[in-house]
């Protein structure tokens, strides 16, 4: 048996050594059972270890900025969202059709939980995710330029099958920002899709980005075929804050 074990672990069947022990440890559970059976039931407790490995990783890489969670989302009426929509957007058929996902409202209404929350639903369903504040990832590109990895860093983006950009439009891009946001954008149109969490309004999107070929050519493959979304209603951390005091009140 010592010899068994040390095959699979050479072989790093990690889930199969685990399940064979503890059909070992209980052998009158599985007495009845052929051996086909018994062999189906050791690959199927290591393709689940390995599914929820990679599950990890995905998630581990994607950074996100909260932990969200799509059965925590609140469909509030006032917020311009229900749960046949996002159900809908969970399923994922944007993202096969590589449609990109416009979220626009003001500050504080739930649109970073939104994205995040998508973006880990999407991890467990094994896609690779990448989450980025917009000023954070131009600043990543910078660096890239001066220490040589800039490529490395473009490829990578361009093979994620979503990549978020939180917190948009912030400030106006200067020449270098929007020249390397443009080969992000070009490089994964029709190919991968981009979800853009935004408080500027989509029509402002040209004067944020500025100079207008560049404006025009993010723009054009960034909104055609888009699915927009304009979250409403007051601020969620407002809320939130009143109901944590009237609960102190109480």
């Known amino acids: 048996m010592n010899i068994l074990i040390n095959q699979l672990t050479t072989l790093k069947l990690s889930g199969v050594k685990t399940a064979l022990l503890q059909q ?21 407790y290591e393709i689940t270890g390995r599914e929820q490995r990679r599950i990890e990783r995905l998630t581990k ?25 996002i159900r809908s957007f969970a399923q994922g058929e944007w993202l096969k059709q590589h449609h990109n996902l416009l ?34 990832l131009l600043e990543k590109l910078f660096m890239a330029q001066a220490d040589g990895s800039y490529r490395k860093l473009i490829s990578k983006l361009k093979g994620c099958d979503l990549l978020i950009l939180d917190d948009w439009g912030l400030e106006p891009l200067n020449a270098q920002q ?3 946001l443009l080969e ?15 408080q500027l309004p ?17 723009l054009d493959r960034l909104v055609h075929s888009a699915i927009k979304i304009e979250l409403q209603g ?17």
């Open 24 to 44: 070992l440890e209980q052998p009158n559970l599985y007495i009845e059972q052929s051996f086909e059976e018994r062999l189906s039931l050791l690959l199927e």
């Open 61 to 85: 890489q994607a950074k996100f900025r909260l932990r969200a969670n799509l059965q925590e989302i609140d469909y509030h009426i006032e917020r311009g969202l229900n749960k046949g929509k």
């Open 103 to 136: 979220i626009t409202g003001a500050t504080g209404c739930g649109k970073t939980y939104l994205s995040c929350a998508l973006g880990h639903h999407y991890c467990q369903q094994e896609h690779s995710v990448y989450y980025f504040r917009l000023k954070e």
């Open 178 to 180: 929007r020249s390397d």
């Open 184 to 198: 992000i954008i070009d490089a994964r149109y029709d190919y991968k899709s981009t979800m853009i969490t935004s």
């Open 202 to 218: 989509v029509a402002h999107w040209y004067e944020m980005i500025g100079e207008s070929t560049h404006a025009e050519a993010i």
């Open 234 to 250: 007051e601020s969620m951390r407002k809320r939130l804050k009143q109901l944590t005091d009237a609960d102190h009140v109480s």
